[in-house]
């Protein structure tokens, strides 16, 4: 009998603690306990594994991911660098934008997810994959510089040599993340760059146009300047003749009965 329950007890035991089956198939498990925390050792449903910290009610549990690799369809656009500034060297009629349109396949490692669910830096499978969708974002930016950076030196770029720019990107890229991420493949959708040249040539004229621009500003500054000048003149002299004429009323007719109203005005300002 005793031999019964002794066999039954370590039935319940190695039950508990087997932890292989709590992972679906092509899944990676990682058992996170309240007394050991994340186990480094990732469980798959095809090994065997066991952990004794599931003994303990309520005290393990087991976290399922996915370790596939995702892709991800990203864009970057914007002006070249004072594009905006530049195209007014044509009144606006240039169009310094570009377009890159990018498939991105990218995948962690089971290291590293393990590493980040330990820094409590994602808690799931969809904590996971938008992460990895950021680090898709980030990638894509680096790729569009790389690209803007060729198409504007002096041996410029195209489709084909982008492509190959991005395929080189990816690799730096991968390397610099030390086998944590990997940009599996990058594949250029859409290549849109503005004409170079132009925007060269934009480029050599801005300072004159800005000159040109800031010339005319100060000219009409000068301008208002004066107009204000000689408003504020004459509402002086208006106010002195005001007072002048309430001193001698008798003023007023004189400035009525006037062939010459100016040299009556001069006058009565010598008076004053």
């Known amino acids: 009998m005793s031999l019964v329950i002794l066999l039954g007890f370590s039935g319940f035991v190695f039950y ?12 990676v498990g990682i058992v996170v306990s309240k007394t050991g925390g994340v186990n480094p050792n990732p469980i798959t449903h095809d090994k065997f594994s066991w952990s004794w910290e599931f003994l303990l009610p309520t005290n393990a549990r087991v976290v399922n991911f996915v370790p596939k690799t995702l892709s991800f369809q990203k864009s970057s656009s914007g002006l070249l660098p004072s594009g905006g500034e530049y195209a007014k060297v044509f009144n606006g009629a240039a169009d310094f934008s570009y377009a890159f ?32 969708e950021r680090k898709a974002e980030n990638f894509a930016s680096l790729a569009a510089q790389k690209i803007l950076s060729a198409a504007l030196s ?4 195209d489709f084909s040599k982008a492509q190959s720019l991005v395929d080189d990107a990816a690799k730096e890229y991968s390397g610099a993340q ?18 170079i040249a132009l925007y060269k040539k934009a480029a050599a004229s801005y300072e004159e146009y800005a000159k040109a621009l800031s010339d005319a500003a100060a000219k009409n500054a000068q301008k208002e300047a004066e107009e204000s000048s000689r408003f504020k003149t004459t509402m ?18 004189m400035i009525k009965n006037s062939d010459n109203i100016n040299k009556t005005l001069q006058t009565i300002d010598s008076i004053e």
């Open 178 to 195: 030390k086998g944590s991420f990997e940009i599996q493949s990058v594949t250029l959708k859409k290549f849109s760059v503005p004409d």
């Open 236 to 253: 002086q002299k208006m106010e002195s003749l005001g007072e002048t004429l309430k001193k001698y009323p008798e003023l007023s007719d």
């Open 16 to 27: 508990t603690g087997w932890t292989q089956f709590k992972v679906d198939s092509g899944n």
């Open 101 to 132: 349109d990018f498939s991105i396949d990218v995948k962690a490692s089971i290291d590293e997810i393990c590493a980040l669910l330990k820094a409590g830096e994602i808690k799931s499978q969809d904590d996971l994959e938008k992460l990895l």
């Open 154 to 157: 002096s041996a410029g770029t």
